[in-house]
């Protein structure tokens, strides 16, 4: 089945930085890689998705990368805020979905 | 879209006894999951909800530990049986409307056991 890895696990960054989310997927099939954000006590709620026939997909201070010869996506977070302080997770889709094990991000003030 | 009504939120259980969770969505669905999360930790995929059809159990999760029914495209439940203090996390009821897109999520069951 679909192994999905992710990294890293704990991030921290100050204000005004990006930060980067990278995760890796081992089947081939997956054809659909959304990104969650959960903030404490709540659910997991979409922030960004990609599909297997798009290398980028951009929505204002947030991207995310897919390549698929390597199975590797990314999430970009340009202008870090606050409250973009959540755990992230990344997820791999064939018919069923697979998240990776998840980034505590934290944005310092 | 879908809204997803999750009951309980939170039990306290004896153990060796039984929990039933209940999920029901607004709007009929292609595919029913129940997650597992321990606090802190990521979303482990229990079984995939098969209308009419005994549920997919992932490696790990069998059908005497986890039941789960799914008599309609809207409804589904999980029993976590015979409880220890080992099953105590948090359920999600998870639905994607149409294959590959996005998955909509329960406001979880945070069950404890004593």
């Known amino acids: 089945g679909e192994n999905v890895e992710q990294h890293p696990s704990t991030l921290s960054v100050q204000e005004g930085d990006s930060a980067v989310i990278k995760c890796t997927y081992s089947?081939?099939?997956?054809?659909?890689f959304p990104w969650y954000k959960q903030e404490l006590g709540k659910r997991p709620q979409l922030i960004i998705d990609?599909?297997?026939?798009?290398g980028e997909k951009k929505d204002q201070r947030i991207a995310v990368t897919l390549n698929k010869t390597a199975k590797h996506f990314s999430l970009h977070i340009t202008e870090t805020q606050p409250e973009d302080s959540a755990v992230y997770f990344c997820?791999?889709?064939?018919?069923?979905?697979?998240f990776g094990a998840g980034t505590r991000l934290t944005v310092k003030p | 879209s879908a809204v997803i009504s999750q009951k309980p939120s939170r039990d306290i259980c004896q153990r060796g006894t039984s929990l039933t969770i209940q999920c029901q969505v607004d709007?009929?669905?292609?595919?029913m999951f129940w997650y597992r999360q321990q606090p802190g930790q990521s979303l482990t995929l229990i079984a995939t909800?098969?209308?009419?059809?005994?549920?997919?159990?992932e490696s790990g999760f069998v059908i005497d530990k986890f039941p789960i029914s799914r008599p309609n495209l809207t409804f589904s439940t999980l029993t976590v049986s015979n409880l220890s203090p080992e099953d105590s996390s948090i359920y999600l009821c998870?639905?994607?409307?149409?294959?590959?897109?996005?998955?909509?999520f329960g406001q979880g069951t945070r069950l404890t056991v004593v």
């Open positions: 909800a098969n209308q009419g059809s005994e549920a997919t159990y």
């Open positions: 089947d081939s099939a997956s054809n659909y």
């Open positions: 998870s639905v994607v409307v149409s294959p590959n897109t996005e998955a909509f």
């Open positions: 997820a791999a889709n064939n018919n069923d979905m697979r």
């Open positions: 990609i599909r297997s026939n798009v």
């Open positions: 709007s009929q669905v292609t595919m």
